[in-house]
């Protein structure tokens, strides 16, 4: 795995752990993630218009990333409001290397080395020990986890084969991100009759700027699949976990306790195997 994906995937894994720390907090989560992803729409829009349309094959791709990426971000939601930042983020990062990894061998061939193999599963093994304990998720919060980490690996899937029939991957990265904004926003306009977004207020401001952080995180990890198979980007990715606890207990006042300590080391030694 080159160096400069394995850059791209840490730098992405810093910027989506802080954006979702952001959302767990907010008071009204869809319409937070939903301003998050206008955004990204806004800011996509000079690029759209900048670059060549992406040829026929990759549209098909394009409307598939961004529709899944509208379930993800409802079944994200659900799962903040039935859990913490603590559980969720650990259970829906958690499986999603070995579910890119399987994906991309079912559907695309991808072969990983058994030292690489064995870096994904120490990866989503560390991560997903951070989620047990006696204050495990409810059963309401570990379903809706276990849903968005599928949906989050099907869009990855889609992602990695996509990124690669387009002549500019930053052209991809931006059509998703531009579709995703308008579909969601009509999805919360149905769902909420209408929507009202008060630029007077700080907390539009601070949604946008969670937007700009998502979007550069999503935008780092696409143009990363072209330069690595899409279970190593993704594995390296997660370690995004880790993040999301030290945000946790340096800001959110969370317990970082001896045994996430030790997680955190399990899902490191995991990344530098997978980037070997």
Excluded at 107 to 112: A, N
Excluded at 208 to 232: E, I, K, M, N, Q
Excluded at 235 to 243: D, H, I, K, N, P
Aim: charged share 10%.
């Amino acid at each position: 795995m080159s160096a400069i994906a394995v850059g791209l995937a840490l730098v992405a894994a810093i910027l989506h752990a802080s954006w979702n720390a952001f959302l767990r907090n907010g008071a009204d989560r869809l319409w937070s993630v939903t301003v998050m992803s206008l955004a990204g729409t806004l800011i996509a829009l000079p690029f759209v218009l900048y670059f060549p349309l992406p040829g026929a094959d990759a549209w098909l791709y394009i409307l598939l990333s961004s529709l899944l990426q509208v379930g993800y971000s409802l079944f994200l939601v659900a799962a903040y409001r039935h859990g913490e930042l603590g559980q969720v983020y650990p259970i829906v990062r958690g499986t999603v290397p070995l579910l890119v990894t399987l994906g991309g061998f079912l559907f695309f061939g991808e072969i990983l080395g058994p030292f690489q193999t064995f870096g994904v599963v120490l990866v989503a093994a560390g991560i997903m020990s951070l989620s047990l304990g006696k204050a495990r998720a409810g059963n309401a919060s570990l379903l809706f986890a276990l849903a968005t980490a599928a949906i989050i690996a099907c869009y990855s899937i889609v992602d990695s084969k996509g990124v690669r029939l387009v002549v500019q991957p930053v052209a991809y990265a931006m059509w998703v991100l531009f579709l995703y904004g308008l579909l969601l926003t009509v999805t919360f306009a149905l769902i909420r009759r209408g929507l009202v977004i008060d630029l007077r207020s700080s907390v539009t401001w601070k949604a946008l700027g969670g937007g700009v952080v998502a979007l550069a995180a999503y935008g780092l990890v696409v143009v990363a699949y072209s330069f690595a198979p899409a279970g190593l980007v993704t594995a390296v990715r997660e370690t995004s976990v880790v993040f999301a606890v030290l945000i946790g207990a340096f800001f959110l006042g969370e317990r970082l306790t001896f045994r996430r300590l030790a997680a955190c080391v399990i899902v490191a030694v995991g990344a530098i195997c997978v980037s070997l």
